[in-house]
């Protein structure tokens, strides 16, 4: 079974940054693609970055420039560095995956994606 586990949340003030994590493993389906969501209390959920296998991203035009998202596929490990965090970053942030062509990403569109993970809570006051 593909498994995602986030790590890495936790409350924050305003202006500072924090480094989400999300360990992949059981997935032997192919050449993935990975992006980060996060879905706020009486929001739908959004697509905040994603990365494709040869290390293309896309952003949310509400994140770029302030989060950063990173791969490293030797640890099948994901990553989204966030800078300059807002009030209105908080949010449960997870992290998806799923089958796509070499090159090309899946972009930010959660039902493009069908494993997810749990989910890490982001709190920003």
């Known amino acids: 079974d593909v498994q995602l586990v986030e790590s890495g949340g936790g409350s924050v003030q305003a202006g500072g940054s924090l480094r989400l994590s999300c360990l992949v493993s059981?997935?032997?389906?192919?050449?993935?693609?990975m992006a980060w969501f996060r879905q706020a209390p009486g929001k739908e959920r959004e697509g905040v970055a994603a990365i494709d296998s040869e290390g293309g991203t896309s952003y949310a035009s509400t994140v770029k420039g302030r989060f950063t998202i990173s791969q490293e596929n030797v640890k099948d490990t994901l990553y989204l560095q966030m800078n300059s965090l807002k009030l209105e970053d908080a949010a449960m942030y997870y992290c998806a995956v799923d089958l796509c062509a070499p090159g090309y990403g899946l972009g930010l569109r959660a039902r493009s994606y069908n494993f997810w993970g749990q989910g890490t809570q982001v709190t920003v006051s």
């Open positions: 059981g997935y032997t389906y192919g050449t993935k693609c």
